[in-house]
Protein backbone atom coordinates (compact mmCIF):
# COMPACT_ATOMS: atom_id res chain seq x y z
CA UNK A 1 0.00 0.00 0.00
CA UNK A 2 1.27 3.05 -0.77
CA UNK A 3 0.19 6.80 1.52
CA UNK A 4 0.54 9.63 -0.61
CA UNK A 5 -0.10 12.98 1.04
CA UNK A 6 -0.89 16.44 -0.69
CA UNK A 7 -0.50 19.42 0.71
CA UNK A 8 -0.43 23.15 -0.34
CA UNK A 9 -2.61 26.05 0.68
CA UNK A 10 -6.72 26.86 -0.02
CA UNK A 11 -6.66 27.42 -3.88
CA UNK A 12 -3.75 26.12 -4.86
CA UNK A 13 -5.50 23.47 -6.77
CA UNK A 14 -5.09 20.51 -5.05
CA UNK A 15 -8.88 18.95 -5.76
CA UNK A 16 -8.24 19.70 -8.84
CA UNK A 17 -4.83 17.79 -9.55
CA UNK A 18 -6.02 15.20 -7.52
CA UNK A 19 -9.28 14.80 -9.82
CA UNK A 20 -6.82 14.35 -12.84
CA UNK A 21 -4.41 11.67 -11.10
CA UNK A 22 -7.39 9.47 -9.85
CA UNK A 23 -8.21 9.66 -13.56
CA UNK A 24 -4.88 8.44 -14.59
CA UNK A 25 -4.55 5.83 -11.78
CA UNK A 26 -8.09 4.41 -11.57
CA UNK A 27 -7.52 1.78 -13.90
CA UNK A 28 -4.74 0.10 -12.24
CA UNK A 29 -5.10 0.47 -8.30
CA UNK A 30 -7.62 0.55 -6.04
CA UNK A 31 -7.92 3.87 -4.90
CA UNK A 32 -8.91 5.35 -1.48
CA UNK A 33 -9.26 9.11 -1.00
CA UNK A 34 -9.57 11.06 2.23
CA UNK A 35 -10.46 15.00 2.30
CA UNK A 36 -9.44 16.98 5.86
CA UNK A 37 -10.98 19.91 5.87
CA UNK A 38 -11.54 22.57 8.64
CA UNK A 39 -15.69 23.53 8.65
CA UNK A 40 -16.96 21.75 5.55
CA UNK A 41 -16.40 20.59 2.31
CA UNK A 42 -18.04 18.62 -0.60
CA UNK A 43 -15.00 16.99 -2.46
CA UNK A 44 -15.65 13.38 -1.22
CA UNK A 45 -18.97 13.25 -2.20
CA UNK A 46 -18.11 15.17 -5.83
CA UNK A 47 -15.20 12.48 -6.26
CA UNK A 48 -16.74 9.84 -5.24
CA UNK A 49 -19.72 10.27 -7.53
CA UNK A 50 -17.80 11.51 -10.68
CA UNK A 51 -14.68 8.70 -9.72
CA UNK A 52 -16.62 5.91 -8.62
CA UNK A 53 -13.82 5.11 -5.92
CA UNK A 54 -14.21 5.20 -1.79
CA UNK A 55 -14.01 8.36 -0.08
CA UNK A 56 -14.13 10.03 3.09
CA UNK A 57 -14.47 13.21 4.86
CA UNK A 58 -12.92 14.29 7.87
CA UNK A 59 -13.47 17.60 9.45
CA UNK A 60 -11.01 19.24 12.48
CA UNK A 61 -13.44 21.40 14.12
CA UNK A 62 -11.48 22.92 16.68
CA UNK A 63 -8.50 21.27 16.33
CA UNK A 64 -5.68 21.53 13.98
CA UNK A 65 -6.06 20.47 10.98
CA UNK A 66 -2.94 18.88 10.23
CA UNK A 67 -2.57 17.65 13.55
CA UNK A 68 -5.83 16.05 13.30
CA UNK A 69 -4.52 14.51 9.84
CA UNK A 70 -1.85 12.97 11.83
CA UNK A 71 -4.39 11.80 14.81
CA UNK A 72 -6.52 9.95 12.16
CA UNK A 73 -4.11 8.66 9.51
CA UNK A 74 -3.85 5.15 11.59
CA UNK A 75 -7.16 4.53 11.13
CA UNK A 76 -7.72 5.19 7.57
CA UNK A 77 -4.85 3.05 6.57
CA UNK A 78 -6.35 0.12 8.86
CA UNK A 79 -10.19 0.46 7.24
CA UNK A 80 -7.97 0.35 3.79
CA UNK A 81 -5.88 -2.76 3.92
CA UNK A 82 -6.90 -3.93 0.75
CA UNK A 83 -6.56 -0.97 -1.01
CA UNK A 84 -2.98 0.08 -3.42
CA UNK A 85 -2.88 3.94 -2.48
CA UNK A 86 -4.47 6.07 -0.22
CA UNK A 87 -4.54 9.44 -0.92
CA UNK A 88 -5.22 12.21 1.08
CA UNK A 89 -5.82 15.71 0.69
CA UNK A 90 -4.97 17.90 3.84
CA UNK A 91 -6.86 21.14 4.56
CA UNK A 92 -3.62 22.68 3.92
CA UNK A 93 -3.83 25.97 6.51
CA UNK A 94 -0.40 26.09 8.03
CA UNK A 95 2.65 26.30 6.45
CA UNK A 96 4.47 25.06 9.93
CA UNK A 97 3.07 21.31 9.79
CA UNK A 98 2.08 19.79 6.98
CA UNK A 99 2.01 15.82 7.75
CA UNK A 100 4.28 14.12 5.68
CA UNK A 101 5.45 10.97 6.72
CA UNK A 102 8.37 9.13 6.30
CA UNK A 103 6.82 6.14 5.05
CA UNK A 104 4.72 7.70 2.32
CA UNK A 105 5.59 10.22 -0.48
CA UNK A 106 4.26 13.92 0.10
CA UNK A 107 3.31 16.46 -2.37
CA UNK A 108 2.80 20.08 -2.28
CA UNK A 109 0.85 22.22 -4.81
CA UNK A 110 2.25 25.00 -4.96
CA UNK A 111 0.37 28.19 -6.49
CA UNK A 112 2.87 29.96 -8.70
CA UNK A 113 1.25 33.45 -7.92
CA UNK A 114 1.33 33.16 -4.25
CA UNK A 115 5.20 34.58 -3.55
CA UNK A 116 8.67 33.88 -3.06
CA UNK A 117 9.50 29.88 -2.16
CA UNK A 118 11.29 30.92 0.84
CA UNK A 119 8.56 32.11 2.98
CA UNK A 120 7.25 28.84 2.72
CA UNK A 121 7.95 26.21 5.80
CA UNK A 122 8.43 22.35 6.37
CA UNK A 123 5.02 22.23 3.91
CA UNK A 124 7.44 22.93 0.69
CA UNK A 125 11.20 22.12 2.46
CA UNK A 126 10.08 18.82 3.34
CA UNK A 127 8.13 17.98 -0.08
CA UNK A 128 9.43 15.11 -1.97
CA UNK A 129 7.19 16.74 -4.88
CA UNK A 130 6.52 19.63 -5.47
CA UNK A 131 3.38 20.58 -7.76
CA UNK A 132 3.53 24.18 -9.10
CA UNK A 133 0.49 25.56 -10.37
CA UNK A 134 -1.08 28.20 -12.37
CA UNK A 135 2.07 28.64 -14.17
CA UNK A 136 0.28 29.62 -17.31
CA UNK A 137 -0.89 32.91 -15.47
CA UNK A 138 2.75 34.28 -15.69
CA UNK A 139 5.99 34.40 -17.64
CA UNK A 140 8.11 31.68 -18.78
CA UNK A 141 11.21 33.50 -17.32
CA UNK A 142 9.21 33.83 -13.72
CA UNK A 143 8.84 30.64 -13.73
CA UNK A 144 11.78 29.82 -14.52
CA UNK A 145 13.17 32.02 -11.23
CA UNK A 146 10.29 30.16 -9.45
CA UNK A 147 12.18 26.78 -10.17
CA UNK A 148 15.37 27.89 -8.98
CA UNK A 149 14.26 29.28 -5.41
CA UNK A 150 12.51 26.13 -4.58
CA UNK A 151 15.69 24.22 -5.54
CA UNK A 152 17.24 26.86 -2.91
CA UNK A 153 14.76 25.66 -0.30
CA UNK A 154 14.49 22.17 -1.45
CA UNK A 155 17.59 20.62 -3.55
CA UNK A 156 16.04 16.99 -3.37
CA UNK A 157 12.57 17.86 -4.63
CA UNK A 158 10.56 16.58 -8.21
CA UNK A 159 9.28 19.51 -9.53
CA UNK A 160 6.59 19.19 -12.15
CA UNK A 161 4.40 21.74 -13.47
CA UNK A 162 0.81 21.32 -13.28
CA UNK A 163 -2.52 23.06 -14.44
CA UNK A 164 -6.37 22.32 -12.47
CA UNK A 165 -7.71 22.91 -15.60
CA UNK A 166 -6.49 20.90 -18.40
CA UNK A 167 -4.84 18.07 -16.25
CA UNK A 168 -1.48 19.03 -17.64
CA UNK A 169 1.17 17.18 -15.30
CA UNK A 170 -1.30 14.92 -13.82
CA UNK A 171 0.36 12.27 -15.66
CA UNK A 172 3.73 13.30 -14.43
CA UNK A 173 2.65 13.21 -10.70
CA UNK A 174 0.85 9.31 -11.51
CA UNK A 175 4.29 8.09 -12.25
CA UNK A 176 6.10 9.48 -9.41
CA UNK A 177 3.38 7.73 -7.20
CA UNK A 178 3.66 4.56 -8.68
CA UNK A 179 7.10 4.38 -8.16
CA UNK A 180 6.60 5.32 -4.47
CA UNK A 181 7.55 2.91 -1.72
CA UNK A 182 5.49 1.20 0.20
CA UNK A 183 4.42 1.63 3.53
CA UNK A 184 3.19 -2.03 4.20
CA UNK A 185 3.40 -2.94 7.77
CA UNK A 186 5.91 0.23 8.53
CA UNK A 187 5.26 2.46 11.39
CA UNK A 188 4.56 5.61 10.58
CA UNK A 189 6.69 8.81 11.36
CA UNK A 190 6.17 12.54 10.52
CA UNK A 191 8.75 14.00 8.85
CA UNK A 192 8.57 17.21 10.69
CA UNK A 193 7.50 17.59 14.29
CA UNK A 194 4.28 19.59 15.05
CA UNK A 195 4.71 22.85 17.22
CA UNK A 196 5.45 22.13 21.01
CA UNK A 197 2.23 23.21 22.33
CA UNK A 198 4.31 24.96 25.16
CA UNK A 199 2.98 28.38 25.03
CA UNK A 200 -0.76 29.11 26.67
CA UNK A 201 -2.48 29.82 23.46
CA UNK A 202 -2.28 26.16 22.58
CA UNK A 203 -4.20 25.36 25.77
CA UNK A 204 -6.91 28.00 24.50
CA UNK A 205 -6.12 30.83 26.70
CA UNK A 206 -7.72 34.03 25.02
CA UNK A 207 -6.11 36.66 27.42
CA UNK A 208 -3.33 38.39 25.13
CA UNK A 209 -0.26 39.57 27.28
CA UNK A 210 -1.58 37.84 30.07
CA UNK A 211 1.76 37.27 31.99
CA UNK A 212 1.61 33.80 33.04
CA UNK A 213 1.07 32.49 29.28
CA UNK A 214 4.08 34.59 28.44
CA UNK A 215 6.20 33.16 31.26
CA UNK A 216 5.29 29.84 30.22
CA UNK A 217 5.94 30.13 27.01
CA UNK A 218 9.38 31.67 28.15
CA UNK A 219 9.75 28.96 30.44
CA UNK A 220 9.29 25.98 27.36
CA UNK A 221 11.39 27.60 25.15
CA UNK A 222 14.13 27.41 27.40
CA UNK A 223 13.11 23.76 28.34
CA UNK A 224 12.75 23.08 24.74
CA UNK A 225 16.42 24.33 23.74
CA UNK A 226 17.70 21.77 27.03
CA UNK A 227 16.38 19.05 25.78
CA UNK A 228 18.42 16.36 23.03
CA UNK A 229 15.10 16.40 20.98
CA UNK A 230 15.63 12.36 20.24
CA UNK A 231 12.27 11.33 21.82
CA UNK A 232 14.28 9.01 23.53
CA UNK A 233 12.12 8.27 26.16
CA UNK A 234 14.57 8.02 29.20
CA UNK A 235 12.11 10.29 31.22
CA UNK A 236 9.13 7.83 30.93
CA UNK A 237 7.36 10.26 28.23
CA UNK A 238 7.08 9.29 24.41
CA UNK A 239 8.62 12.80 23.27
CA UNK A 240 10.62 15.79 24.29
CA UNK A 241 7.26 18.22 23.85
CA UNK A 242 5.21 15.60 25.98
CA UNK A 243 8.27 16.00 28.80
CA UNK A 244 8.26 19.57 28.49
CA UNK A 245 4.68 19.64 28.98
CA UNK A 246 4.24 18.14 32.02
CA UNK A 247 7.63 20.01 33.54
CA UNK A 248 5.56 23.04 32.68
CA UNK A 249 2.84 21.64 34.98
CA UNK A 250 4.69 20.68 37.44
CA UNK A 251 3.82 17.27 37.10
CA UNK A 252 7.81 16.19 36.94
CA UNK A 253 11.01 18.02 37.49
CA UNK A 254 13.21 18.72 34.74
CA UNK A 255 16.30 16.66 35.80
CA UNK A 256 13.52 13.65 35.14
CA UNK A 257 15.55 14.22 31.95
CA UNK A 258 19.04 12.26 31.76
CA UNK A 259 20.68 15.07 29.26
CA UNK A 260 19.27 17.76 31.04
CA UNK A 261 20.87 16.33 34.26
CA UNK A 262 24.27 15.66 32.80
CA UNK A 263 24.27 19.77 31.57
CA UNK B 1 24.22 25.96 -24.09
CA UNK B 2 21.21 25.00 -25.91
CA UNK B 3 21.31 21.97 -27.47
CA UNK B 4 21.54 21.71 -31.12
CA UNK B 5 18.36 20.66 -32.21
CA UNK B 6 17.88 19.17 -35.70
CA UNK B 7 14.82 17.76 -36.23
CA UNK B 8 11.33 16.88 -34.35
CA UNK B 9 9.71 13.95 -35.45
CA UNK B 10 6.24 13.70 -34.28
CA UNK B 11 4.36 9.74 -34.27
CA UNK B 12 0.44 10.29 -34.83
CA UNK B 13 -2.23 9.33 -32.16
CA UNK B 14 -5.46 8.88 -31.51
CA UNK B 15 -8.67 11.74 -31.57
CA UNK B 16 -11.30 12.09 -29.11
CA UNK B 17 -12.75 9.21 -30.53
CA UNK B 18 -10.09 6.90 -30.34
CA UNK B 19 -9.38 6.77 -34.27
CA UNK B 20 -6.06 7.05 -35.78
CA UNK B 21 -5.18 10.55 -36.60
CA UNK B 22 -4.62 11.76 -40.08
CA UNK B 23 -1.08 11.40 -40.96
CA UNK B 24 1.94 8.77 -39.64
CA UNK B 25 4.82 10.98 -38.76
CA UNK B 26 5.51 15.00 -38.78
CA UNK B 27 9.06 16.56 -39.62
CA UNK B 28 9.91 19.76 -38.02
CA UNK B 29 13.18 21.36 -39.45
CA UNK B 30 15.30 23.78 -37.22
CA UNK B 31 14.70 27.18 -38.03
CA UNK B 32 10.59 26.94 -39.03
CA UNK B 33 7.52 28.07 -38.22
CA UNK B 34 4.46 26.38 -37.97
CA UNK B 35 1.19 27.49 -37.02
CA UNK B 36 -1.58 24.96 -34.83
CA UNK B 37 -5.02 25.71 -36.35
CA UNK B 38 -8.48 24.87 -35.63
CA UNK B 39 -11.49 25.43 -33.67
CA UNK B 40 -11.87 26.56 -30.30
CA UNK B 41 -11.44 23.03 -28.12
CA UNK B 42 -10.24 21.45 -31.27
CA UNK B 43 -6.99 20.23 -29.58
CA UNK B 44 -4.04 22.78 -30.35
CA UNK B 45 -3.76 23.18 -26.45
CA UNK B 46 -3.53 19.55 -26.32
CA UNK B 47 -0.62 19.42 -29.27
CA UNK B 48 1.68 21.92 -27.75
CA UNK B 49 1.51 20.40 -24.29
CA UNK B 50 2.54 16.94 -25.88
CA UNK B 51 5.48 18.80 -27.41
CA UNK B 52 6.13 20.63 -24.22
CA UNK B 53 6.38 17.59 -22.22
CA UNK B 54 8.05 15.30 -24.67
CA UNK B 55 5.39 12.99 -25.23
CA UNK B 56 5.90 8.90 -24.76
CA UNK B 57 2.62 7.77 -25.99
CA UNK B 58 1.58 8.69 -22.28
CA UNK B 59 -0.43 11.60 -22.86
CA UNK B 60 -4.49 11.74 -23.67
CA UNK B 61 -3.48 11.78 -27.33
CA UNK B 62 -1.06 8.61 -27.38
CA UNK B 63 1.65 10.57 -29.67
CA UNK B 64 5.03 10.06 -29.48
CA UNK B 65 7.84 12.88 -29.79
CA UNK B 66 11.77 12.55 -31.09
CA UNK B 67 14.17 14.94 -30.96
CA UNK B 68 16.98 14.25 -33.64
CA UNK B 69 15.60 10.70 -34.25
CA UNK B 70 16.01 9.74 -30.69
CA UNK B 71 13.85 9.12 -27.59
CA UNK B 72 14.52 12.16 -25.74
CA UNK B 73 16.24 12.64 -21.87
CA UNK B 74 14.62 13.03 -19.23
CA UNK B 75 16.60 15.41 -17.46
CA UNK B 76 16.02 18.20 -20.51
CA UNK B 77 12.44 17.80 -19.30
CA UNK B 78 13.21 18.30 -15.39
CA UNK B 79 16.65 20.79 -15.52
CA UNK B 80 15.64 24.65 -16.36
CA UNK B 81 19.24 25.05 -16.78
CA UNK B 82 18.66 22.65 -19.71
CA UNK B 83 15.42 22.98 -20.86
CA UNK B 84 14.94 22.37 -24.19
CA UNK B 85 11.26 24.17 -24.85
CA UNK B 86 9.92 27.03 -23.34
CA UNK B 87 6.40 28.59 -23.77
CA UNK B 88 4.66 31.83 -24.27
CA UNK B 89 0.70 31.11 -23.02
CA UNK B 90 -2.46 32.73 -23.78
CA UNK B 91 -2.94 34.90 -20.47
CA UNK B 92 0.41 35.32 -19.04
CA UNK B 93 1.18 38.54 -16.23
CA UNK B 94 4.57 39.62 -14.51
CA UNK B 95 3.73 39.57 -11.31
CA UNK B 96 7.40 40.07 -9.65
CA UNK B 97 8.01 43.87 -8.08
CA UNK B 98 11.35 44.11 -9.24
CA UNK B 99 12.75 47.27 -11.62
CA UNK B 100 12.51 45.43 -15.51
CA UNK B 101 17.17 45.04 -15.26
CA UNK B 102 16.71 43.55 -11.94
CA UNK B 103 14.43 41.03 -13.09
CA UNK B 104 16.44 40.09 -15.80
CA UNK B 105 19.20 39.75 -13.79
CA UNK B 106 17.59 37.40 -11.47
CA UNK B 107 16.18 35.16 -14.77
CA UNK B 108 19.92 35.34 -16.29
CA UNK B 109 21.28 33.92 -13.09
CA UNK B 110 18.25 31.41 -12.81
CA UNK B 111 19.40 29.84 -16.51
CA UNK B 112 23.02 29.48 -14.58
CA UNK B 113 24.83 32.27 -16.31
CA UNK B 114 26.66 34.72 -15.15
CA UNK B 115 24.53 38.16 -16.20
CA UNK B 116 26.28 41.19 -18.02
CA UNK B 117 25.23 44.66 -19.04
CA UNK B 118 25.40 43.59 -22.84
CA UNK B 119 23.02 40.52 -22.77
CA UNK B 120 20.42 42.96 -20.91
CA UNK B 121 21.01 45.77 -23.05
CA UNK B 122 20.53 43.68 -26.18
CA UNK B 123 17.02 42.54 -24.05
CA UNK B 124 15.35 45.72 -23.94
CA UNK B 125 16.03 46.35 -27.66
CA UNK B 126 15.05 43.38 -28.98
CA UNK B 127 11.36 44.59 -26.62
CA UNK B 128 11.60 48.19 -27.74
CA UNK B 129 11.24 46.76 -31.54
CA UNK B 130 8.07 44.60 -31.12
CA UNK B 131 6.50 47.34 -28.80
CA UNK B 132 5.87 50.79 -29.48
CA UNK B 133 6.17 51.71 -26.31
CA UNK B 134 9.70 51.88 -25.13
CA UNK B 135 10.40 50.33 -22.26
CA UNK B 136 13.51 50.98 -20.50
CA UNK B 137 15.90 49.43 -17.35
CA UNK B 138 14.31 51.41 -14.33
CA UNK B 139 11.08 50.61 -15.05
CA UNK B 140 8.92 48.25 -12.26
CA UNK B 141 7.54 45.40 -14.25
CA UNK B 142 4.17 45.91 -12.57
CA UNK B 143 4.32 48.75 -14.57
CA UNK B 144 4.80 47.74 -18.03
CA UNK B 145 1.59 47.86 -20.20
CA UNK B 146 -0.21 44.63 -21.88
CA UNK B 147 2.13 45.52 -25.08
CA UNK B 148 5.28 45.68 -23.26
CA UNK B 149 5.07 43.00 -20.96
CA UNK B 150 4.35 40.43 -23.96
CA UNK B 151 7.20 41.81 -25.98
CA UNK B 152 9.70 41.74 -23.27
CA UNK B 153 8.42 38.15 -22.81
CA UNK B 154 9.36 36.92 -26.14
CA UNK B 155 12.76 39.11 -26.20
CA UNK B 156 13.45 37.67 -23.04
CA UNK B 157 12.74 34.07 -24.84
CA UNK B 158 14.68 34.65 -27.80
CA UNK B 159 17.90 36.21 -25.89
CA UNK B 160 18.15 34.45 -22.57
CA UNK B 161 15.78 31.42 -22.07
CA UNK B 162 17.47 30.42 -25.75
CA UNK B 163 15.12 27.09 -26.06
CA UNK B 164 15.57 25.80 -29.17
CA UNK B 165 11.98 24.95 -29.24
CA UNK B 166 9.72 28.04 -28.72
CA UNK B 167 5.59 26.85 -28.21
CA UNK B 168 3.24 29.95 -28.41
CA UNK B 169 -0.38 29.29 -27.48
CA UNK B 170 -2.27 32.66 -29.26
CA UNK B 171 -0.22 35.89 -29.13
CA UNK B 172 -3.04 38.29 -30.64
CA UNK B 173 -4.62 41.27 -29.26
CA UNK B 174 -1.35 41.92 -27.55
CA UNK B 175 -0.57 46.01 -29.17
CA UNK B 176 2.66 43.87 -30.37
CA UNK B 177 4.17 44.09 -33.79
CA UNK B 178 3.47 40.58 -34.19
CA UNK B 179 5.50 39.73 -37.34
CA UNK B 180 8.87 41.14 -35.81
CA UNK B 181 8.22 39.40 -32.81
CA UNK B 182 8.45 36.35 -34.64
CA UNK B 183 11.27 37.43 -36.46
CA UNK B 184 12.91 38.16 -33.42
CA UNK B 185 12.16 34.42 -32.31
CA UNK B 186 12.83 32.63 -35.55
CA UNK B 187 16.03 34.55 -36.33
CA UNK B 188 17.87 32.42 -33.70
CA UNK B 189 17.43 29.35 -35.96
CA UNK B 190 14.55 28.04 -33.20
CA UNK B 191 11.80 26.00 -33.64
CA UNK B 192 8.48 28.00 -33.32
CA UNK B 193 5.08 26.37 -32.87
CA UNK B 194 1.85 29.01 -32.88
CA UNK B 195 -1.35 27.90 -32.11
CA UNK B 196 -3.26 30.62 -33.28
CA UNK B 197 -7.04 31.63 -34.32
CA UNK B 198 -5.13 34.98 -36.12
CA UNK B 199 -4.80 34.83 -39.84
CA UNK B 200 -1.94 36.99 -40.37
CA UNK B 201 0.19 34.55 -37.61
CA UNK B 202 -0.97 31.76 -39.53
CA UNK B 203 -0.48 32.72 -43.07
CA UNK B 204 3.23 33.61 -41.90
CA UNK B 205 4.98 30.39 -41.06
CA UNK B 206 6.16 27.36 -43.00
CA UNK B 207 3.72 25.18 -42.98
CA UNK B 208 0.05 25.01 -40.63
CA UNK B 209 -1.32 21.59 -38.98
CA UNK B 210 -5.01 21.66 -38.88
CA UNK B 211 -6.72 19.90 -35.74
CA UNK B 212 -10.30 18.67 -35.35
CA UNK B 213 -11.79 16.82 -32.74
CA UNK B 214 -8.05 15.97 -31.13
CA UNK B 215 -6.79 15.03 -33.77
CA UNK B 216 -4.62 16.25 -36.56
CA UNK B 217 -6.32 16.41 -39.74
CA UNK B 218 -4.11 18.32 -42.28
CA UNK B 219 -0.72 19.62 -42.90
CA UNK B 220 -0.67 22.58 -45.69
CA UNK B 221 2.13 24.14 -46.30
CA UNK B 222 2.33 27.66 -47.06
CA UNK B 223 2.21 28.98 -50.82
CA UNK B 224 3.78 32.23 -51.75
CA UNK B 225 0.52 34.14 -52.05
CA UNK B 226 -0.31 32.80 -48.31
CA UNK B 227 2.67 34.79 -47.34
CA UNK B 228 1.80 37.74 -49.28
CA UNK B 229 -1.67 37.71 -48.17
CA UNK B 230 -0.08 37.85 -44.73
CA UNK B 231 2.01 40.44 -45.00
CA UNK B 232 -0.71 42.44 -45.82
CA UNK B 233 -2.46 41.76 -43.14
CA UNK B 234 0.27 42.58 -40.97
CA UNK B 235 0.37 46.30 -42.81
CA UNK B 236 -2.73 46.42 -42.05
CA UNK B 237 -2.49 45.91 -37.98
CA UNK B 238 0.81 47.45 -37.70
CA UNK B 239 -0.60 50.75 -39.26
CA UNK B 240 -3.83 50.00 -36.48
CA UNK B 241 -0.93 49.94 -33.99
CA UNK B 242 0.48 53.30 -35.24
CA UNK B 243 -3.34 55.06 -34.84
CA UNK B 244 -3.37 53.66 -31.56
CA UNK B 245 0.08 55.54 -30.41
CA UNK B 246 -1.57 58.69 -31.93
CA UNK B 247 -4.64 58.33 -30.10
CA UNK B 248 -2.54 57.62 -26.77
CA UNK B 249 -0.28 60.54 -27.29
CA UNK B 250 -3.23 63.02 -27.59
CA UNK B 251 -2.69 63.70 -31.47
CA UNK B 252 -5.66 64.27 -33.57
CA UNK B 253 -5.79 61.40 -36.53
CA UNK B 254 -6.51 63.16 -40.03
CA UNK B 255 -5.80 60.23 -42.38
CA UNK B 256 -5.27 56.90 -43.18
CA UNK B 257 -3.05 55.34 -45.25
CA UNK B 258 -5.22 52.56 -47.60
CA UNK B 259 -2.37 50.41 -49.53
CA UNK B 260 0.16 48.57 -48.71
CA UNK B 261 3.09 50.54 -50.29
CA UNK B 262 4.61 47.11 -50.62
CA UNK B 263 3.87 43.53 -51.20
Known sequence: ?263 | MSKKIKKITIFSGINKFGKKENFNKIEIKSGETIAVVGPTGAGKSQFLYDLERLAQADTKSKRKILLNDKIPDKEWKIDPKKKLIASLAQSMNFLTDLPVEDFLKLHIQARGKVANQNLIKEVIDEANQITGEPINLEMNLLDLSGGQSRALMISDLANISISPIILIDEIENAGIKKEQAIKILVEEGKIVLIATHDPSLALNTDKRIVINNGGVVKIIKTTLKERGIAHYLNWIENSTLEVREEIRQGKRIKDIKLFCEKI
Do not use: W
Not at chain 1, 12 to 41: H, M, N
Not at chain 1, 116 to 132: E, F, K, Q
Not at chain 1, 159 to 187: C, F, H, P, R
Not at chain 1, 224 to 231: F, I, R, T
Open chain 1, 1 to 263: MKLIVFAGTPGSGKTSLIRYVIQELKPDFKLFFAKFDCLRTNDEKNIAEKYGIPTVKKLAGELCPDHYTALELPKIIQENQDKDIILIETAGLCLRCSPYVNEGLGINVLDITSGHPNRYGPILTDADIVAISKGDLISQAEREIFRYNILEVNQGCNIVEVNGLTGEGAVDIAKYIKNAVDMDGKKLTLKHSMPSAICGYCYGNKIINDKAVHARYLKGKELKSLVPNLNCGKCGFKSCNEFIRAVLDNKIKKEKCPFIKIK
